[in-house]
């Protein structure tokens, strides 16, 4: 029987496996634009089928139990991943990834009352500095839009903080760091079924390759590195500083694959973002180092 996530040992850094995780994120709003013929319940079904199964193949090794706290966790899991495509299709990717990443704020207020985690003056500071950087990411793209779709993604935010403080729970310490991900995306696929059923006919070649990817490893194989770099060691609200980087490289992939440039306030805030969690992670991994040493 192999270890469960939270007791193997990996060369790789967690901070480094948070990262990739969020490259692999960074991807999300680009292909859920680009499955033009699916709705948000068809994009849902076909990602979270995927992602579920993906995650089952290369984990389940390490126990498929679950107990009323992580079935707790997978139904939070589950309703962030159904607000973020319900708000990248309901309204513009730049409102859906911005709403989504006020995250750290609900981890540094609620962080020291769910897990105990000590609040620092330097990680309100960091916190503050991204949201101003996005603020001027998105001047003159982020508009009001579609309510709903704005309100979805201010949900999905809440749930997101939420669900990276409970991976470092007490709770969740006694069972397998992914069995969250593969019951979370199974209990979507199932809720949305009808609506998958309904799209196979439907739904094109770019559909089906853009669904793939998002399932396999925007979803299955990000979650697996993200689970392991924050039960590894990474605090969950470092986590969710890092995640800064997904909103800040979307621009990014469209200017590669679709060719839109990026405006001057999108790329000064940008600069502002990464500088700001370059700092604050040398900042706390030197403050552990010393006190370790």
């Not at 309100?124 to 779709?149: E, P």
């Not at 009808?194 to 990000?222: E, H, K, N």
Request: glycine share 10%.
């Amino acid at each position: 029987m192999a270890k469960p996530l939270s007791e193997e040992k990996h060369s790789v850094s967690p901070v480094v496996l948070v990262v990739i995780a969020v490259l692999l994120w960074s991807t999300g709003g680009m292909f859920i634009k680009l499955a033009t013929n699916l709705d948000a319940y068809q994009v849902t079904f076909f990602r979270s089928l995927l992602a579920g199964l993906t995650v089952l193949i290369i984990t389940w090794r390490d126990g498929l139990r679950i107990n009323l706290f992580g079935a707790m966790c997978s139904v939070i899991y589950a309703t962030l991943l159904f607000l973020f495509v319900w708000a990248t299709k309901h309204t513009t990717a730049a409102n859906a990834i911005f709403l989504q990443y006020t995250a750290p704020i609900y981890i540094l207020i609620l962080a020291p009352f769910v897990i105990g985690e000590k609040f620092h003056l330097r990680d309100l500071a960091t916190v503050i500095f991204c949201l101003a950087g996005m603020s001027l990411f998105f001047v003159g793209d982020l508009t009001i839009g579609d309510y709903q779709g704005n309100i979805a993604a201010l949900g999905s935010g809440i749930f997101l903080g939420l669900y990276i403080m409970l991976l470092r729970h007490p709770k969740a310490m006694g069972m397998s760091g992914t069995i969250t991900v593969i019951y979370g995306n199974f209990l979507l696929a199932l809720l949305t079924l009808p609506s998958g059923i309904s799209a196979i006919s439907t739904a094109g070649i770019m559909d089906y390759a853009a669904v793939g990817f998002l399932g396999i490893f925007q979803i299955g194989i990000s979650y697996i590195l993200f689970i392991k770099g924050v039960r590894g060691g990474t605090r969950p609200l470092d986590a969710s500083i890092i995640g800064f980087i997904e909103p800040l490289l979307n621009p990014v992939w469209v200017f590669i694959f679709v060719g839109e440039r990026p405006q001057k306030w999108a790329i000064l805030g940008g600069a502002i973002i990464i500088a700001t969690v370059v700092v604050h992670t040398f900042v706390q991994y030197r403050t552990f180092a010393e006190r370790t040493s």
